[in-house]
């Protein structure tokens, strides 16, 4: 196994066998540490500007811009006023605040929005309220989060088959509870 480590001036030392006296951390970790620091993501924003809510937050918390009721079964548009340049190679993934989302049953329309790496438009946000009760959402509450996630875009090869597997056309629910 390759295993790596930082030393005192901050260069990525490898071997081959654990040493006890260093704190070794799998070779993918480090490359993994390096690429996140050297990535940038610019953003264009004329309101509320989004933030993380910590160093380990990996949801990017997308803010209102505007004081708005929701009412119970009712469907909103909030302008993020925000946009993006994703770097290549991976796409915003907007999602709910699993907060507001559980706690308020305020949700995004569709659950999960795509923001592709070339899209350079302001990012939508349509909420949901699938709660019995009204809810103030207020002009810079988080009311959503894009997570930046890596993406393959594979060849397609059209075939008339596909491989067998043990489940095959079994649909929702066939592998059990």
Known sequence: MLLGWQNSKGAIEEIRLANKEKKFLYWTDIKEKERRKEMNMKIRCKGEQPSYANSFAAGLDLKSNEDVVIHPGQIIDIKSMLAVEIPH????????????????????????????EDYRGDIGIRLINEGQEKYQIKKGDRIAQMIIVPYIQPKLVFVDELGKTQRGEKGFGSTGR
Do not use: C, P
Not at 93 to 112: E, F, T, W
């Open 89 to 116: 190679g991976y796409f915003g993934m907007i999602v709910a605040r699993s907060g507001l989302s559980y706690k308020r049953q305020i949700k995004l329309i569709n659950d999960v929005g795509i923001i592709d």
